[in-house]
């Protein structure tokens, strides 16, 4: 794989990059203050200084591949426009791939010009992966840099297609993602402590089966942990739960003293804050056997908020998690998921003077990644 950060002592004026990002932040959370634009940001500007053109690509929601219509048009990537302009300090000219006479404009442009398309979702070509579709992309440029890693779980046009057509880089951003995930994975120091939260367990079954033999402990909150609690039998009122994923639970509740050490590997929450009959959060107790534990880790990895953080009563063990981890200076530790980091958004200021702490872009990439999965998108690179 090669990566972009090999030209940097290059002059790349006469050239054009083709620039997967992804500016589908989380619902409720700033587009200006998601780590997804920022580190887009970032490439758009370490390419512009060296002179490169910029064609940048990314989509939005899903407005099942049709063109914007007063029913989708919230989708259309137009508004980045002036918030690029913002952070950039430059016009950014937004296009419909179907424009007419597109690769000449872009090829007769100053250097370092900024070129916006619309959402990629809108046409069909994107999801189904089309080579021509890819094609008529690669056209507009001399080179592509995938750094989209939040996307690089999808099997699309824009991240696997086009790398047939094109030089193919993958990007500063995605390179980060690489190398911070890897180390936890292969290179962490014990213990190692995973907290997981959010309302499916199946979304990361695959991350606790890859990490059951190296983790010493799984800090269970939110939904998913209402189905450990079912499988010993406690009653869980009318919270929410995978019946099918019951089963697994009690699983791998009946193999937690199988580490040699005699240690329960699985942490469920001993109390609990409930409306309508609803576990919506963990209580003071659990918060505080929590937090001693990430407070001993040497390497935490952090997915999924664990309570329903959107009600401010409710988002006091996320905050709790969230401050324990900002006690511990010692600790290897990766943040990662939409809803983590808009549900932690207030700590944005402290995260970002800690050097130990890594935030992820990605949910699902991130999942799958660590899950042990081949991402298309980075495949696609090699």
């Known amino acids: 794989m090669k990566f972009l950060n090999s030209?940097?002592?290059?002059?790349l004026s006469d050239k054009t990059c083709i620039l997967r990002v992804d500016f589908n932040v989380e619902e409720g959370e700033l587009i200006e203050k998601s780590p997804r634009?920022?580190?887009?940001?970032?490439?758009?500007?370490?390419?512009n200084n060296r002179g490169t053109k910029v064609v940048v690509l990314s989509h939005r929601g899903r407005p099942n591949n049709q063109q914007p219509t007063t029913n989708n048009r919230q989708l259309s990537l137009r508004p980045?426009?002036?918030?690029?302009?913002?952070?950039?300090?430059?016009?950014?000219?937004?296009?419909?791939?179907?424009?007419?006479?597109?690769?000449e404009k872009i090829k007769n442009s100053k250097p370092e010009s900024i070129f916006l398309?619309?959402?990629?979702?809108?046409?069909?070509g994107e999801d189904k992966n089309d080579k021509n579709?890819?094609?008529?992309?690669?056209?507009?440029?001399?080179?592509?840099?995938?750094?989209?890693?939040?996307?690089?779980?999808?099997k699309t046009a824009s991240m696997a297609a086009i790398t047939n057509f094109l030089p193919s880089y993958a990007g500063p951003t995605l390179e980060k993602e690489i190398k911070h995930l890897n180390a936890a994975f292969k290179q962490h120091k014990k213990p190692?402590?995973?907290?997981?939260?959010g309302v499916k367990i199946s979304t990361k079954m695959g991350l606790i089966k890859n990490f059951w033999n190296r983790a010493d402990y799984f800090l269970i909150g939110s939904a998913m942990a209402d189905n450990f609690l079912l499988a010993q039998g406690l009653p869980i009122g009318d919270s929410v739960y995978e019946k099918e994923m019951v089963p697994f639970a009690k699983k791998l509740l009946n193999s937690t003293h199988s580490t040699g050490s005699g240690r329960v590997k699985i942490i469920l929450p001993i109390d609990f804050a409930i409306q309508n009959k609803k576990i919506l959060d963990i209580g003071e107790k659990t918060?505080?056997?929590?937090?001693?534990?990430?407070?001993?880790?040497k390497t935490i990895i952090w997915n999924g908020p664990i309570g329903q953080y959107e009600i401010p009563k409710f988002a006091k063990g996320t905050y709790a998690v969230m401050e324990a981890i900002l006690k511990n200076k010692n600790a290897k530790i990766i943040i990662g998921g939409g809803e983590t980091t808009a549900a932690i958004s207030k700590y944005r200021s402290a995260v970002s003077k800690r050097k130990n702490v890594f935030v992820s872009t990605g949910g699902g990439a991130m999942l799958e990644y660590l899950s042990g999965k081949k991402l298309p998108g980075i495949e696609a690179l090699k």
């Open 7 to 11: 030209l940097k002592s290059k002059n």
């Open 37 to 47: 634009f920022i580190s887009a940001v970032n490439t758009i500007k370490f390419l």
């Open 133 to 154: 579709f890819a094609k008529k992309i690669a056209r507009l440029g001399d080179f592509y840099v995938n750094d989209a890693f939040a996307f690089s779980h999808r």
């Open 117 to 124: 398309l619309e959402n990629l979702r809108f046409y069909p």
């Open 287 to 297: 918060e505080k056997q929590f937090s001693e534990i990430i407070k001993k880790a």
């Open 80 to 103: 980045f426009i002036h918030i690029l302009y913002k952070h950039l300090k430059k016009p950014v000219y937004f296009t419909d791939l179907d424009e007419k006479n597109l690769r």
């Open 192 to 197: 190692l402590v995973l907290v997981l939260g």
